[in-house]
């Protein structure tokens, strides 16, 4: 009877368990996430496109999660109404809000956003305070500012006068930035502003302008807040012949191919321009059959329009951006999801996002949600989509497009967010004003000069000085950079630095064709390369090469090796061990020489009474000779000296080999005493060759390896075999092998260009070095295609620049003034010597002490000798005979002390 109770239990507990599990799961796992949008009756292109891209996520079947949707239609001039709209998509636990803004109601969005952490995405065109760099926390904009490209027409065209057109505050904020532009830079403009009260009636304020000085060009900006207005002003312009030629306008917004422009090509009149969405673009074209397709009655249908524009374009995006942002989510970051219970959100335990006056609680996930969405990036309708840190669009290109006399609007270049305008349509002015064609002066003088992203040579400006405009080449720094600034300063032409597409230098393909820099050249894609382009006899074969402006080799870059610190007895370095071991040799000779000579002279004999007798003694005893070779070796002297000339002789020659030797020991020992030295252990590349232990290798593939694969000369074939033998001395990248050199303990040494390894020298963490000569030489030059106009005067420029030594002062501040490391000559103060320490000294101390002890022990020695002797002879006990010893040393005064005589 027991049991069915335990199975019950055993029941219970799984039920509960499975149910944890799986609340857990919908936790981690939601099906579907909520998301809000608001949208005005008028914007009926972003609903449809927010319609069309809901379903069509939702209805693939290999989505990670579904959507839900709040969908709002609000009166955006209502700033009580849209607050009440987004507090109500906030109460449904929308993750993200979708919408249209406008210069009404943007602060009340931005608030509810700021405060409640609610990422805000819209595809409306920012406000006059996002232009003018005002931060927008929660805000997303998908719609680009194109200030920067009306700025660069301007100042492409050379206009000394310009009339500007605006309705809205919008078209303020960008006149306010042009004219910090102008007074920021040497720029002389004259700036008309004219503000628009009723778009639909200006033809008075039209009249007025076409009555100002009627002879001359007139060049109008027409920046207008839609393009509903934009068409009516345009109507204005024909009705009051304003659309002749003599006039040049300048039309705001990103959709100059959605305006009706038929009836201006007649006149005379130049119109420019510009697109946001590339109609050409596979995408676009798919879209635009997808979108035409669309039956009118679904409720993402088309409607009467059968043509995606440039908003429904940005809705599109502005979907695909929270789809890419939440999928992020989705992979990486699972936690957001612990807050669905039951399929709803709750927020720091409240169901849904309240709109609390006071204390409002936050969107716990908001910030975390913003950032994966500002760092998306993908390719979509209305071209590369991708956010800076403030929320708006950048890396976008816009097409430049013009209209002028019997001509359709036809692109003439694009703007780019990095590189500024590009044009590429060449033609004459005369056509621009509704004259003839004049071929002998291009419509753009500016050369599109290709180059590569290389540190030091060129690199991206990280972030520009405050109050600085950063425009086209300003956001390009580095050797190439600066040597583009002095060849175009000296031949006399415009450039556009542009970074080449696919990443390469130029080398021959499969196919026979070129990619890379050279191959932009041969394809007349770019007017010149200024790169570290090495000058080699297969590239001369299809593009021009001036003379090297930085001549270069194949050099080698070891680990610094670690200083030597001085041993114990570095006293003795200065001399080698063989002298030292002649010095000993030679003073034992000398004092045997002297005790011998003493032997034999018969004036070093001496006669000395004593009591038993006279007796003959001698000075030079072999102690004596061995302590009178020492005190002249020691410059110290001795109180003895030889009387026989034979004895002089042996004494003054070894006075002269003391005195040379003791000079050169003391010319030498302050060097080493002083200078650390540093023993490396290859000193070329026929030692790197001849050596096993340490390791080397190149680039994984370029032409440093090419060159030990195809060199004939003994030692480089060598070093090939080893190379070719050990494959994972090879590196992909020059950072990682400069890596390698510095982690391997000085067991890998690594071949690369001289310039790169004198750079690499330079950079933290200071620890690698060149060693030897270069292996080969060669050049970087500057490249044009052949036959270019460009050539000869770009060469002649190079030849100046170095012959003036600017090519010089170049290279000595981007390698080494702006270097990370400090000249070892400087370190100590300017000095290459520094104060000694113990450890360079220790060993005299240690002789020092050595000697004391050991004079010690032998005065013992002495004294338990004599004491022996004097017990002998007078039969006292040791104990008697020291202890009369000891009063004699510590108290009394010795017979015969300081050369006393006793008395008896």
């Known amino acids: 009877m027991r049991l069915p109770g335990s199975l019950s239990i055993i029941l219970c507990a799984l039920t509960r368990i499975l149910g944890v599990l799986a609340s857990n799961q919908q936790h981690s796992f939601p099906k579907r996430i909520p998301i809000g949008s608001l949208f005005t009756n008028a914007s009926l292109q972003m609903r449809k496109a927010f319609r069309l891209e809901f379903d069509r996520h939702n209805n693939n079947t290999s989505t990670m999660f579904k959507l839900d949707k709040y969908e709002k239609t609000v009166d955006f001039t209502d ?201 050409t673009s596979p995408k676009v074209v798919a879209l635009q059959k997808e979108w035409a397709a669309l039956h009118p009655g679904t409720p993402h249908g088309p409607g009467s329009e059968t043509k995606l524009k440039l908003e429904g374009a940005l809705t599109l995006d502005a979907m695909s951006t929270i789809i890419h942002g939440l999928t992020t989510i989705h992979n990486t970051d699972q936690e957001v999801y612990r807050i669905f219970r039951r399929g709803h959100v709750y927020n720091n335990g409240n169901l849904g996002i309240e709109c609390k006056e006071e204390k409002p609680t936050p969107w716990f996930y908001g910030s975390a949600i913003l950032e994966k969405l500002k760092a998306v990036r993908f390719h979509g309708a209305t071209g590369n989509v991708a956010f800076d840190e403030n929320g708006f669009r950048k890396d976008y290109q816009l097409g430049v497009h013009e209209l002028t006399l019997e001509t359709d609007p036809k692109l003439i270049g694009t703007w780019d967010y990095s590189r500024g305008l590009l044009l590429t349509e060449r033609h004459g002015d005369g056509a621009r004003n509704g004259g003839t064609e004049d071929k002998t002066k291009p419509f753009n003088s500016t050369r599109i000069i290709t180059t590569i992203l290389s540190v030091p040579f060129l690199d991206r400006k990280r972030k520009p000085d405050e109050g600085v405009v950063l425009e086209g080449n300003d956001w390009y720094e580095g050797y190439c950079a600066d040597l583009a600034v002095e060849v175009a300063r000296i031949v006399g032409f415009k450039y556009q630095l542009k970074i080449v597409s696919d990443g390469k230098y130029g080398a021959k393909t499969s196919i026979g064709t070129w990619n890379g820099m050279v191959g932009e050249l041969t394809r007349h894609e770019a007017d010149a390369a200024i790169a570290p382009l090495t000058i080699t006899s297969i590239r001369e074969r299809v593009i021009d090469f001036t003379k090297p402006f930085m001549n270069l080799g194949i050099s080698i870059m070891i680990k610094k090796p670690e200083k030597q610190k001085p041993g114990v007895f570095s006293f003795m370095d200065p001399l080698s061990g063989d002298i030292w071991l002649c010095i000993v040799i030679s003073y034992l000779g000398v004092s045997f020489v002297l005790f011998l000579v003493s032997r034999f002279s018969p004036y070093e004999w001496q006669i000395e009474d004593k009591e038993s007798g006279p007796s003959f003694t001698n000075d030079f005893t072999m102690l004596n000779s061995l302590w009178f070779s020492l005190g002249a070796f020691m410059r ?119 310039t790169m390894n004198d750079y690499y020298n330079q ?30 005067p770009i060469g002649l420029a190079v030849l100046q620049l170095l012959e003036k030594g600017t090519l010089q002062k170049l290279f000595k501040k981007w390698w080494y003034d702006k270097g990370e490391c400090v000249p070892d000559d400087t370190k100590s103060g300017g000095s290459s010597q520094s104060a000694l320490t113990l450890s360079n000294v220790a060993g005299i101390f240690y002789i020092l002490i050595g000697g004391l002890g050991l004079s010690m022990v032998m005065s013992l020695l002495e004294f338990i000798y004599k004491s022996r002797r004097q017990i002998l002879r007078q039969k006292k006990t040791f104990t008697e005979n020291s202890r009369l010893k000891s009063r004699l040393s510590t108290g009394a005064t010795p017979e015969r002390e300081n050369g006393g005589v006793s008395e008896e």
Not at 778 to 792: C, F, M, Q, V
Request: contains cysteine; aromatic residues 10%; hydrophobic residues 40%.
């Open 763 to 792: 950079r933290k963490n200071c620890n690698t070095m060149k060693v030897g000569g270069d292996l080969d030489s060669k050049g970087y030059g500057i490249a044009t295609p052949i036959g270019s106009d460009l050539r000869e």
């Open 636 to 754: 110290q002297g001795c109180d003895i000296s030889p009387r026989s000339l034979s004895g002089r002789v042996a004494g003054s020659a070894w006075w002269f080999f003391t005195l040379i030797i003791i000079s050169s020991y003391t010319a030498n020992l302050a060097a080493f005493l002083t200078v650390e030295r540093m023993l490396t252990p290859i000193q070329n590349v026929d030692d790197l060759a001849k050596q096993s232990e340490i390791m080397y290798g190149t680039l994984d593939a370029g032409s440093t390896k090419d060159f030990f694969q195809n060199s004939k000369i003994p030692t480089y074939e060598r070093m090939w075999d080893f190379m070719s033998g050990n494959p994972l001395v090879f590196v992909k990248t020059t950072e990682e092998g400069v890596k390698k050199v510095r982690d391997s303990k000085g067991k890998y040494a690594f071949l690369l260009e001289s």
């Open 79 to 279: 700033s009580y109404e849209v607050t009440k709209a987004v507090c109500s998509a906030g109460s449904k636990g929308t993750f993200v809000l979708i919408g249209a803004t406008n210069h009404v109601t943007m602060s009340t969005v931005d608030a509810f956003a700021k405060t409640f952490h609610m990422p805000y995405i819209t595809p409306s065109s920012p406000t006059n305070d996002s232009m003018t760099a005002v931060s927008r926390d929660f805000l997303i904009h998908l719609h680009p500012l194109y200030d920067r490209a009306i700025i660069d027409i301007i100042k492409h065209h050379k206009w000394p006068k310009i009339s500007y057109i605006y309705d809205n505050n919008e078209g303020l904020g960008r006149l306010e930035r042009l004219h910090r532009v102008v007074n920021s830079e040497d720029w002389r403009l004259e700036i008309e502003a004219i503000r628009l009260v009723d778009v639909t009636n200006s033809y008075m304020t039209l009249r007025q302008v076409d009555a100002t000085n009627p002879t001359d060009s007139k060049h109008i900006v027409v920046d207008l807040s839609g393009d509903d207005a934009m068409q009516h002003f345009l109507k204005q312009i024909q009705a009051v012949g304003m659309n002749r030629a003599g006039y040049h306008y300048v039309l705001g917004g990103l959709a100059m191919d959605e305006l009706d422009l038929v009836d201006f090509k007649h006149g005379g009149v130049n119109i420019t321009g510009f697109t946001l969405i590339n109609q």
